[in-house]
């Protein structure tokens, strides 16, 4: 049975949520403490320092019992790539831990790159699986990964810039990382990666030049280590809107809130995005970081299936707000205004819109079948696509027309496919094992990208570990962009930038209320 807009109650209730996700406590330490006894006086509640990687300038740490405060230095290429050079303060943990310090790097203004990191690592080699918060020396803050040995580093970049305390958190296999406000106050950056961190691993402080002829320096205050345990009670909901650019698959941070939105639509101009929250749409200025309700009264149980017209004056919207609670399409202009309906009964979920600006796709039930419909842009008759048994759902059309993509699981498990405009020429696109959803093509008509559930999966559920997948579709060759905790939600609608090189999704959090 398709279903449309997540449920609150799915998202916060599932067992991941009371296992992954439940809510930190006890052995809180605050530079020493039982847990982690230090060896070594000056090393304050840490256990060893030591230079990770090739440095041309030995690196120091040292512990000022009085002021309670941790001095690194250290010099270092870079921390990035395949292969890290810095120095690094630690001590050997395991299970699920927090690390929070205040972070000010010293002397004259060094290099814009250079980064102070609260980090987890595997092992010590240069090449390890890490994941950290780093403070970059001209503000920007990120959670920083390699999750595998010797592979690339990634980052997914706060939106905000240089916060005066920064904590990084371990829960199973995610990391996430918390900034400070104005306030002082630390409060979810958005910004969570899922990384394996398997056995024992190292917990510390890190510093880099990030220019080896030189060393640099940072003070570390206020450090807190903790040691997480489990226990009972809801999580909160944190959404965060993120955009990913496909060259790198680097991740920044736009938009953090406690509360439920989905199903990001890039706007044509490329400076907003929009998105559904409790029924009502909003526009997100990319440039002042502030989103802003978007007028569709009467319709005001909108769910997550909306998207702009070609020249991007119109906005479709599939919205419940019928005495039968089932959805049907609307359009309205997309500053606001009084929605047109377009299809006259429901349940119709709108996710393509013709290039010429004429034609809708949309997926819709029919006599207890889910299948693809087109329905002219000004209204009339419906004309059916798919019929094959199995749904049939994500109907979007190639940028020059001649495709429409779509995702079928009428071979037993959801794939993707593609047709004609007329319903002819029904071919798979690809054979995985994965549960593959909602495929979106770059207004280039170069690339397309999906989500994809693990085969276990059944549907579209909330609250999952999933993928965004690209294809090339020159050679048919398929990139992981993102591992995340999401949903369909996520990205099951068209939400590429207009010059093809970005995406914005939705990803999520489940995080304690304390």
């Given at each position: 049975m398709k279903s449309r807009g997540v449920n609150l109650n799915g998202l916060a209730m599932t067992a991941l949520a009371a296992t992954l996700l439940t809510a930190p406590c006890a052995s809180a330490q605050r530079h020493r403490g039982q847990a982690f006894k230090p060896a070594a006086p000056n090393l304050g509640i840490f256990t060893q320092d030591t230079d990770i990687g090739t440095v041309l300038h030995p690196g120091s740490a040292n512990f000022d019992a009085t002021r309670h405060t941790y001095t690194l230095t250290g010099s270092g290429d870079n921390m990035w790539f395949g292969t890290d050079a810095f120095h690094f303060l630690f001590t050997k943990v395991s299970g699920d831990v927090s690390l929070s310090a205040d972070i000010a790097f010293t002397g004259n203004k060094g290099n814009d790159h250079r980064k102070a990191v609260l980090m987890l690592r595997q092992t010590l080699g240069p090449g390890s699986v890490y994941v950290d918060v780093a403070r970059h020396g001209n503000g920007l803050t990120s959670l920083q990964y390699r999750d595998t040995p010797n592979a690339d580093t990634h980052e997914i970049e706060s939106a905000v810039s240089a916060p005066q305390r920064v904590r990084i958190l371990k829960r199973g296999n995610y990391a996430y990382v918390y900034v400070s406000d104005a306030a002082g106050k630390l409060n979810p950056s958005g910004a969570a990666m899922r990384i394996a961190l398997t056995g024992d691993f190292y917990i510390g402080l890190g510093i880099c030049s990030h220019?080896?002829?030189?060393?640099?320096?940072?003070?570390?205050?206020?450090?807190?280590?903790?040691?997480?345990?489990?226990?009972?009670?809801?999580?909160?909901?944190?959404?965060?809107?993120?955009?990913?650019?496909?060259?790198?698959?680097?991740?920044?941070?736009?938009?953090?809130?406690?509360?439920?939105?989905?199903?990001?639509?890039?706007?044509?101009?490329?400076?907003?995005?929009?998105?559904?929250?409790?029924?009502?749409?909003?526009?997100?200025?990319?440039?002042?970081?502030?989103?802003?309700?978007?007028?569709t009264n009467p319709?005001?149980?909108?769910?997550?299936?909306?998207?702009?017209?070609?020249?991007?004056?119109?906005?479709?919207?599939?919205?419940?707000?019928?005495?039968?609670?089932?959805?049907?399409?609307?359009?309205?202009?997309?500053?606001?205004?009084?929605?047109?309906?377009?299809?006259?009964?429901?349940?119709?979920?709108?996710?393509?819109?013709?290039?010429?600006?004429?034609?809708?796709?949309?997926?819709?039930?029919?006599?207890?079948?889910?299948?693809?419909?087109?329905?002219?842009?000004?209204?009339?008759?419906?004309?059916?696509?798919?019929?094959?048994?199995?749904?049939?759902?994500?109907?979007?059309?190639?940028?020059?027309?001649?495709?429409?993509?779509?995702?079928?699981?009428?071979?037993?498990?959801?794939?993707?496919?593609?047709?004609?405009?007329?319903?002819?020429?029904?071919?798979?696109?690809?054979?995985?094992?994965?549960?593959?959803?909602?495929?979106?093509?770059?207004?280039?008509?170069?690339?397309?990208?999906?989500?994809?559930?693990?085969?276990?999966?059944?549907?579209?559920?909330?609250?999952?570990?999933?993928?965004?997948?690209?294809?090339?579709?020159?050679?048919?060759?398929v990139k992981l962009l993102a591992k995340l905790f999401g949903c369909q939600g996520t990205i099951n609608v068209p939400s590429w930038s207009p010059d093809s090189t970005k995406l914005a999704f939705v990803s999520y959090e489940l995080l304690p209320k304390n």
């Amino acid at each position: 049975m398709k279903s449309r807009g997540v449920n609150l109650n799915g998202l916060a209730m599932t067992a991941l949520a009371a296992t992954l996700l439940t809510a930190p406590c006890a052995s809180a330490q605050r530079h020493r403490g039982q847990a982690f006894k230090p060896a070594a006086p000056n090393l304050g509640i840490f256990t060893q320092d030591t230079d990770i990687g090739t440095v041309l300038h030995p690196g120091s740490a040292n512990f000022d019992a009085t002021r309670h405060t941790y001095t690194l230095t250290g010099s270092g290429d870079n921390m990035w790539f395949g292969t890290d050079a810095f120095h690094f303060l630690f001590t050997k943990v395991s299970g699920d831990v927090s690390l929070s310090a205040d972070i000010a790097f010293t002397g004259n203004k060094g290099n814009d790159h250079r980064k102070a990191v609260l980090m987890l690592r595997q092992t010590l080699g240069p090449g390890s699986v890490y994941v950290d918060v780093a403070r970059h020396g001209n503000g920007l803050t990120s959670l920083q990964y390699r999750d595998t040995p010797n592979a690339d580093t990634h980052e997914i970049e706060s939106a905000v810039s240089a916060p005066q305390r920064v904590r990084i958190l371990k829960r199973g296999n995610y990391a996430y990382v918390y900034v400070s406000d104005a306030a002082g106050k630390l409060n979810p950056s958005g910004a969570a990666m899922r990384i394996a961190l398997t056995g024992d691993f190292y917990i510390g402080l890190g510093i880099c030049s990030h220019d080896k002829d030189v060393s640099e320096s940072a003070v570390f205050s206020n450090v807190e280590l903790q040691q997480l345990q489990p226990t009972t009670g809801s999580p909160t909901l944190y959404s965060t809107l993120e955009t990913i650019t496909v060259a790198s698959t680097d991740r920044r941070v736009a938009y953090v809130s406690p509360t439920l939105f989905e199903a990001p639509n890039w706007t044509r101009d490329g400076k907003s995005l929009l998105f559904n929250q409790s029924g009502l749409m909003y526009s997100f200025d990319l440039a002042t970081a502030k989103p802003t309700q978007i007028t569709t009264n009467p319709q005001t149980h909108i769910n997550n299936d909306h998207g702009l017209s070609p020249d991007g004056s119109q906005l479709a919207i599939s919205d419940q707000s019928s005495s039968d609670a089932a959805s049907r399409i609307y359009i309205v202009p997309t500053t606001g205004g009084t929605p047109r309906q377009i299809t006259p009964t429901g349940p119709s979920y709108w996710h393509g819109w013709s290039p010429d600006g004429n034609t809708l796709a949309f997926t819709a039930q029919r006599n207890g079948d889910f299948d693809i419909y087109t329905i002219p842009e000004a209204g009339g008759a419906e004309t059916r696509l798919t019929t094959a048994k199995g749904l049939d759902d994500g109907p979007e059309y190639a940028p020059d027309g001649s495709r429409i993509y779509f995702n079928s699981e009428r071979n037993g498990h959801m794939q993707l496919w593609s047709m004609k405009p007329d319903g002819s020429d029904q071919q798979q696109l690809l054979h995985e094992l994965s549960n593959d959803w909602f495929p979106h093509i770059s207004p280039d008509g170069k690339w397309l990208v999906y989500l994809a559930y693990d085969p276990s999966v059944t549907g579209h559920p909330a609250a999952k570990d999933v993928e965004l997948r690209l294809i090339s579709l020159a050679d048919g060759k398929v990139k992981l962009l993102a591992k995340l905790f999401g949903c369909q939600g996520t990205i099951n609608v068209p939400s590429w930038s207009p010059d093809s090189t970005k995406l914005a999704f939705v990803s999520y959090e489940l995080l304690p209320k304390n």
